[in-house]
T-cell receptor, first 114, second 109 residues
C-alpha cells in the first residue's frame, strides 16, 4: 500500500492559464474525492467518484473546473482560466468499499495563481 | 448555519493537561463520524473513527451524542506532539462527507 499520491506537490501559474492535477488513489479503493482547502479552513468538498462515475459535484465548482477518472483508477482535476481566488491546497482522498470507510488523503497540490 | 461546526480555538494548554473539543452537526441522518488531525501545511490524517457507544484509543476518547447531534474528543495527558489542528468529520452518505473548520491545539512545555 503506497497510499494516495498527488502530482505535482506545488504549482505556480499565471492568472488565465490552465492547470491539471493528478491523483493516484490507494489501488483497492473505488471511491475518490477532491477537496480544496484554504488557510484556516477545513477541506471543502469539490467532487466525488465511485469507480469511473462522477456521482457528486459541489455547487461551488464553477464550469472552469472539471474532473475525470476515466478508468476508475487515477483521477485528474483541471482548472481552466485560473483566477487568483483559485489559490489553495487541492487535496485528493480515497476510501474503500465498505460503508463508513474513512478517507485517506494524499499530500495535496498547492496552487498559487499570480 | 454550517453543517459541521467546531470551536476554532486556539486551545493553549500545558503538557500533561486534559483537553476536550466538541463538534456539532446539523444533519440528523448523518451516519459516519471521524476525528482527523492536521499538522501545519500537511494533509489531514485519520485520528479515529467515532462509534455510537464511544471509543478509546490510548489517550484519546471519542464520544457521539446522536440526540444532541454532537461528537467530542478528549485528550488525556497531552504531549507536545499533540499540537495540531483537529478536524471533525461527518458523513451522511458516501458522497457527502463534510469537514469542520478545525480546532487548533497548542501544547506548551
Amino acid at each position: 500500500d503506497t497510499g494516495v499520491s498527488q502530482d505535482p506537490r506545488h504549482k505556480i501559474t499565471k492568472r488565465g492559464q490552465n492547470v491539471t492535477f493528478r491523483c493516484d488513489p490507494i489501488s483497492e479503493h473505488n471511491r475518490l474525492y477532491w477537496y480544496r482547502q484554504t488557510l484556516g479552513q477545513g477541506p471543502e468538498f469539490l467532487t466525488y467518484f465511485q469507480n469511473e462515475a462522477q456521482l457528486e459535484k459541489s455547487r461551488l465548482l464553477s464550469d472552469r473546473f472539471s474532473a475525470e477518472r476515466p478508468k476508475g483508477s487515477f483521477s485528474t482535476l483541471e482548472i481552466q482560466r485560473t483566477e487568483q481566488g483559485d489559490s489553495a491546497m487541492y487535496l485528493c482522498a480515497s476510501s474503500g468499499r465498505t460503508a463508513n470507510s474513512p478517507l485517506h488523503f494524499g499530500n495535496g497540490t498547492r496552487l498559487t495563481v499570480t | 448555519r454550517k453543517e459541521v461546526e467546531q470551536d476554532p480555538g486556539p486551545f493553549n494548554v500545558p503538557e500533561g493537561a486534559t483537553v476536550a473539543f466538541n463538534c456539532t452537526y446539523s444533519n440528523s441522518a448523518s451516519q459516519s463520524f471521524f476525528w482527523y488531525r492536521q499538522d501545519c501545511r500537511k494533509e489531514p490524517k485519520l485520528l479515529m473513527s467515532v462509534y455510537s457507544s464511544g471509543n478509546e484509543d490510548g489517550r484519546f476518547t471519542a464520544q457521539l451524542n446522536r440526540a444532541s447531534q454532537y461528537i467530542s474528543l478528549l485528550i488525556r495527558d497531552s504531549k507536545l506532539s499533540d499540537s495540531a489542528t483537529y478536524l471533525c468529520v461527518v458523513g451522511s452518505s458516501a458522497s457527502k462527507i463534510i469537514f469542520g473548520s478545525g480546532t487548533r491545539l497548542s501544547i506548551r512545555p
